[in-house]
Structure formats: structure tokens, C-alpha cells
């Protein structure tokens, strides 16, 4: 029978797996990646759960853990096999938010990592710049840095569309 402390930890990570699955696919654009890195977060979770008391923003920290293994895993990414040329076809459809949408996860997927994760956690997450540089451990100058880098080569990678700007322009950040 599990005790109460296993119980804890059911609860929390049930509660927060859909928002963990999130921010893990908008790192990766990948949802068997972003599964992936949810389950490696939850078991690293897990094996530190008895000394959890040591924590003092438990969201935080889960986050941190995530974002570092997604950082990890492009660094390590030799073991990563593709059985596919491409990503598979994609039905036309109406909706110009899901092409928009499509459009920016492709260019997303070929920003740097760490510049991002910066986009993701500040625009996506609407983390503040003091947020991001705790989860990613590194200080607010390289976190702004980074966006504005990010922003740089999505803009680049999007060239002229109408939309290229907007993420910098509606965040004023």
C-alpha cells in the first residue's frame, strides 16, 4: 500500500502533467519528445520527492528540471533517430490560425535551443525575465539577450510574413 508521501506525488504530478506537457512540447515540437521529457522530469521529481520540502517554489523547480533536460537533450542529441525524411503531411484546412500556428512551430524548431527556450517560457509561458533566468540559471542581461536573439532569427526565418514582429511588438518586453 503506498504511503501518503507517494499519494502526494501522484497528486501533484497528475495536476500538473497536462501544463508540464505543454511547455515540453512547445520546447521540443515534438509530442513523443515532449512525453519523453515529462516522464524524465516526473522520475527525477520522484527520486527527490522525500527531500521535496527542501524546495520552496515547487512549480518552479519541476520547470527548471524540465527546460534543463530539453537543454540536455539537444546537447546529446546523437542517440536521436529519424525513421521519417520529413514530418508527415499536414490536411489543408480553413483555419488560418493553425497555418499561422504550423508556420511559427517550423520556425520555433529551428531557433537555437537555449534562445528557445527563452521565447518559450517569456512568450508562450508569459514568464518574467527573472523567472526564465532562475529556471534556465543564468542572469537577467542573458535572458533579454537571448530573446532578442531569438526574435532576430525568427524574424529572419519568417521574412515577410505579417505576423514576423508581433510576438516583440504585443509583449512591449
Known amino acids: 500500500m503506498p504511503d501518503a508521501s507517494d499519494q502526494e506525488y501522484v497528486e501533484y504530478v497528475s495536476a500538473r502533467l497536462p501544463a508540464l506537457r505543454r511547455l ?3 520546447l521540443s515540437g515534438d509530442a513523443d519528445q515532449a512525453d519523453d521529457l515529462v516522464q524524465e522530469a516526473a522520475t527525477r521529481l ?3 520527492w522525500s527531500r521535496i520540502g527542501e524546495v520552496d517554489r515547487l512549480d518552479a523547480y ?6 534543463r533536460l530539453f537543454l540536455d537533450s539537444r546537447r546529446r542529441g546523437w542517440w536521436r533517430v529519424h525513421l521519417f525524411g520529413g514530418p508527415p503531411d499536414v490536411r489543408a484546412t480553413e483555419d488560418r490560425g493553425v497555418e499561422d500556428r504550423t508556420v511559427l512551430r ?6 537555437p ?3 528557445r527556450a527563452v521565447l518559450v517560457l517569456r512568450f ?3 514568464l ?3 523567472e526564465v533566468a532562475r529556471t534556465l540559471g543564468c542572469s537577467a542581461g542573458t535572458v533579454k539577450s537571448q530573446t532578442s536573439h531569438g526574435l532576430a532569427t525568427m524574424r529572419r ?3 515577410d510574413r505579417e505576423f514576423a514582429g508581433r510576438a516583440g511588438e504585443e509583449r512591449g518586453r
Open 113 to 115: 535551443p537555449r534562445q
Open 157 to 159: 526565418l519568417l521574412g
Open 128 to 130: 518574467p525575465v527573472d
Open 106 to 111: 517550423a520556425a520555433l524548431a529551428q531557433v
Open 124 to 126: 508562450l509561458h508569459d
Open 24 to 26: 515540453a512540447y512547445a
Open 62 to 67: 519541476v520547470r527548471t528540471v524540465l527546460v
Open 46 to 48: 520522484y527520486l527527490r
